[in-house]
């Protein structure tokens, strides 16, 4: 299987190329004879303090947008954020992930006019039935389709296990923006999917180590695999494996 972890992930750049797409792509610029009247050593100082950069900065820690900041409580505390196209209009949204009064919220941009306006929240960031809290999001295109699809990290009580919830845009309505759900599983203990290829379709994977139940029966764990056939994900391949 020929996979990519977290394709379309966002990364911290010396500049950004493009502003179609699902988040961040770019990368350093290629630096023309730099500082050529300086000893060797000194060039080699000078290009690995600007690689290393990235390591110890995040996107997250940038603010996102002072126009969206505008539009929401002063008092918010912003835990992440993401950008790409989820409506293939060619134009990417931004979705904020922050903390108000206790409670977490994902919230939608998207921009016109030159300016960002709010498109859409999530109702409902825990799913209370299931113990599960929103934990993070990612914007990335799990189907190969061109659009974004938002993914949701749900973690369940104790940190058990992370479910993915993985959201597509089908068309805007008097209400708005409509989503729906088309592929959630979990991974446990609590990870992230894989998203990349299996026999040459886009495909979502996601582990499950087995362990041990309450009663003491040993669950077996499994490597799950779900392929996308044109309109929807379909599981493709299921490996599984015996607990030590």
Not at 66 to 85: A, K, M, T
Not at 186 to 206: C, L, Q, R
Request: proline letters at 7%; a neutral charge.
């Amino acid at each position: 299987m020929k996979y990519n972890p977290r394709r379309g992930k966002c990364h911290w750049t010396l500049h950004i190329e493009s502003l179609t797409g699902c988040n961040y792509t770019a990368g350093m610029s290629a630096v023309r004879n730099p500082m050529p009247r300086f000893h060797p050593l000194l060039r080699i100082i000078f290009v690995f303090f600007f690689a290393a950069t990235p390591l110890f900065f995040s996107v997250d820690a940038v603010p996102a947008n002072d126009g969206v900041y505008s539009l929401l409580p002063p008092d918010i505390e912003v835990i992440q954020y993401r950008l790409g196209d989820i409506d293939s209009d060619g134009l990417k949204e931004m979705g904020l992930l922050f903390r108000w009064k206790g409670k977490v919220h994902l919230t939608v941009f998207r921009s016109g006019n030159g300016r960002w306006a709010r498109w859409w929240d999530l109702a409902e960031t825990s799913s209370p039935e299931k113990g599960l809290s929103l934990y993070s999001f990612d914007m990335i295109d799990s189907n190969g389709d061109g659009a974004c699809e938002i993914s949701l990290y749900l973690l369940a009580p104790g940190g058990g296990g992370m479910t993915t919830r993985i959201l597509a845009f089908t068309g805007t309505g008097d209400n708005g923006p409509h989503f729906e759900t088309i592929l959630e599983d979990v991974t446990m203990p609590p990870g992230y999917p894989i998203y990349g290829t299996e026999k040459g379709n886009p495909s979502v994977t996601f582990l499950n180590m087995g362990g041990e139940s309450v009663d003491g029966t040993k669950r077996p764990g499994y490597r799950r695999v779900y392929c996308w056939n044109s309109t929807r994900f379909e599981k493709c391949l299921e490996v599984k494996w015996k607990t030590p």
